[in-house]
């Protein structure tokens, strides 16, 4: 296989059906492209999906950070820059770099792991290809924006909101889809505090997997000025046990 670049840079457009009121990228969908772009470089890298599902593996998100400067408007070109900046056994880190034109708008980061379709279980990536994934390892690019932060909650935390889970929600690992989530936790703030409030920074950290069916409740806390953290919990129909899915930390500045 041709050795590529470690770094991939993919061209998009903030299509206008995925924007917001304010004509600004929803940031779900914004997280969308960032996991696309992580899909498109590690299958064009031969470790990506098209090579793993065939053999029974995958990769699952365990944690994203995205902190922006601003959002891409309604059809601007932008562009996703992506690298892998870490392996270990069981995990890697990924980073991103949003930009248009010259001009950088934001960054990502992200934890993956590899778990078998089949156990759920994790899988040691450095078996896959014979480490394949080390070749592409790039420590020298900046990603100057802070790593996950351990998102802490008191049990003061307020249930806020109960959400059923239907067929549009799973993906294609069979679980409720890592986007849903975000789209849950920012809608926990009404369309008029998106007036005077901007996104700066936005944390999730995938705990467990909830499946079609299970109902989602959201706890809420304030934390800082204009910060809050979030707490999901799944409860299946039979049972009425409360078990953690996803910890989320937001960030808002006001305009």
């Known amino acids: 296989m041709e050795k590529l670049s470690k770094i991939g840079s993919y061209e998009l457009l903030a299509e206008p059906f995925h ?9 779900g969908h914004l997280g969308n492209h960032l996991l696309n772009a992580a899909d498109f470089h590690s299958n064009d890298r031969g470790y990506g999906m098209t090579f793993l599902n065939p053999i029974h593996r995958t990769w699952v998100l365990s944690r994203l950070a995205i902190e922006m400067n601003e959002m891409p408007e309604a059809y601007d070109r932008f562009t996703v820059d992506t690298w892998v900046d870490a392996v270990m056994r069981y995990f890697t ?15 990502g980061r992200s934890i993956w792991a590899m ?3 089949d156990t759920r279980q994790p899988v040691d990536i450095l078996n896959i290809r014979n480490g394949l994934i080390t070749q592409y390892v790039d ?5 100057p924006i802070e790593k996950s932060s351990r998102v802490k909650m008191t049990e003061t935390a307020s249930l806020v909101q109960s959400i059923a889970t239907h067929y549009s929600d799973v993906d294609m690992n069979g679980h409720i889809n890592s986007v849903k989530y975000i789209e849950h936790v920012l809608n926990l703030w009404p369309l008029e505090w998106y007036r005077h409030h901007f996104l700066k920074r936005f944390e999730i950290a995938y705990v467990a997997e909830s499946h079609c069916g299970d109902t989602l409740n959201l706890y809420q806390e304030e934390t800082g000025e204009g910060e809050f953290c979030v707490r999901i919990t ?3 129909n039979a049972t009425a046990e409360e078990t953690e899915v996803v910890r989320s930390k937001v960030k808002f500045i006001k305009e």
């Not at 924007?19 to 940031?27: N, T």
């Not at 880190?93 to 960054?107: A, D, L, M, P, V």
């Open 234 to 236: 799944k409860r299946s």
């Open 115 to 117: 778990i078998d379709t």
């Open 139 to 143: 420590t020298d690019t900046p990603c």
């Open 93 to 107: 880190s990924r980073n991103f770099r949003i930009s248009k034109g010259s001009k950088t708008i934001g960054y």
């Open 19 to 27: 924007c917001d009121f304010s004509h600004h990228l929803f940031m």
